[in-house]
């Protein structure tokens, strides 16, 4: 079982879909996503994100119950608002599932859930996530009408997009870069002030993470791409190992 975190630290979700990714480029079992979940859970990670698609690009179905029987670790599922994908949900059980929006020809997430104009098609999602006991989230841009569609729909977690944030860090656009922050910092104060636990992610590394996690009522931030990434020079391990520290140190 991983350690009790102390009050103030910062969890860190590690997303495992693009080792996924690189295994299905040849069709065959290797890298097996499930030993990168093991990794995680043996340096520190907090817990696993895998996106299930549509058009299973990244994990596939039995890869779900495979990670959870590999590791104590609680499952993210990131998943389209889809009657396949709240079946799947239900059946695997989660600790938890993430509402994102999804396009069949999108390389990968690229902005957040329009939680205000798919109200109505969300509502039964997102009740029904709560109801079964998986803690629902709502991957939304970090404005007060996405907020406040979550807090209407009932979700007990958001998790805030920072790509604009991750743009403008590489872009070298300070102005932008301070302006995001804020935006995203002043979102997270009115979420939990509304009982509502934010999380953070898309586009984090090593040299602009430590903004985010800084903001103190973040709760959790989930990586995937960057860290697949660094450990194909590094190892997973290391990868791991310093986004750890990083976010560690700017708590």
Same mark, same amino acid.
């Given at each position: 079982?991983?350690?009790?975190?102390?009050?103030?630290?910062?969890?860190?979700? !590690?997303?495992?879909?693009?080792? &996924?990714?690189?295994r299905?480029?040849r069709?065959?079992?290797h890298p097996?996503?499930?030993?990168a979940?093991?990794? !995680?859970?043996?340096v520190?990670?907090?817990g696993? @994100?895998?996106h299930l698609r549509?058009?299973?690009?990244?994990?596939r179905?039995e890869d779900l119950?495979r990670i959870?029987?590999a590791t104590?670790?609680?499952?993210?599922?990131?998943m389209?608002?889809?009657?396949e994908m709240l079946?799947i949900a239900?059946?695997h059980?989660p600790?938890?599932a993430?509402i994102?929006?999804? +396009?069949?020809e999108?390389r990968t997430?690229?902005?957040?859930?329009? &939680?205000?104009?798919?109200h109505?098609?969300?509502q039964?999602?997102v009740? @029904?996530?709560?109801?079964?006991?998986?803690?629902t989230?709502?991957?939304?841009?970090?404005?007060?009408?996405?907020l406040?569609? &979550?807090?209407?729909l009932?979700?007990?977690? !958001?998790e805030?997009?920072?790509? /604009?944030y991750?743009?403008?860090?590489l872009?070298?656009?300070?102005?932008?870069?301070?302006?995001e922050? +804020?935006?995203?910092?002043?979102?997270? *104060?009115l979420?939990? +002030?509304?009982?509502? /636990?934010p999380?953070?992610?898309h586009?984090l590394?090593f040299e602009?993470v430590?903004?985010?996690? *800084?903001?103190?009522?973040?709760?959790?931030?989930n990586i995937?791409?960057?860290l697949?990434?660094?450990?194909?020079?590094v190892?997973?391990e290391?990868?791991?190992?310093?986004?750890? /520290?990083l976010m560690?140190e700017a708590?």
């Amino acid at each position: 079982m991983t350690a009790p975190l102390r009050p103030s630290q910062l969890r860190l979700g !590690v997303n495992i879909d693009h080792v &996924a990714t690189i295994r299905n480029a040849r069709g065959g079992d290797h890298p097996d996503p499930v030993r990168a979940a093991e990794i !995680v859970a043996s340096v520190g990670g907090d817990g696993i @994100t895998a996106h299930l698609r549509e058009d299973r690009r990244h994990i596939r179905d039995e890869d779900l119950a495979r990670i959870q029987e590999a590791t104590d670790l609680p499952l993210n599922l990131e998943m389209a608002a889809t009657e396949e994908m709240l079946a799947i949900a239900l059946r695997h059980k989660p600790h938890a599932a993430c509402i994102v929006p999804e +396009k069949r020809e999108e390389r990968t997430t690229e902005g957040g859930l329009d &939680a205000a104009g798919q109200h109505n098609h969300l509502q039964r999602f997102v009740s @029904t996530l709560n109801d079964s006991g998986i803690r629902t989230s709502l991957f939304i841009e970090a404005s007060e009408r996405q907020l406040d569609a &979550a807090i209407r729909l009932g979700a007990p977690v !958001v998790e805030f997009h920072t790509g /604009e944030y991750a743009h403008a860090f590489l872009d070298d656009d300070s102005e932008r870069v301070a302006s995001e922050v +804020k935006r995203i910092a002043d979102m997270a *104060a009115l979420a939990a +002030k509304n009982g509502i /636990e934010p999380h953070a992610g898309h586009g984090l590394t090593f040299e602009n993470v430590q903004p985010i996690a *800084a903001i103190p009522q973040i709760a959790e931030l989930n990586i995937g791409h960057y860290l697949v990434g660094e450990a194909v020079f590094v190892g997973l391990e290391s990868a791991v190992r310093r986004m750890r /520290e990083l976010m560690d140190e700017a708590r």
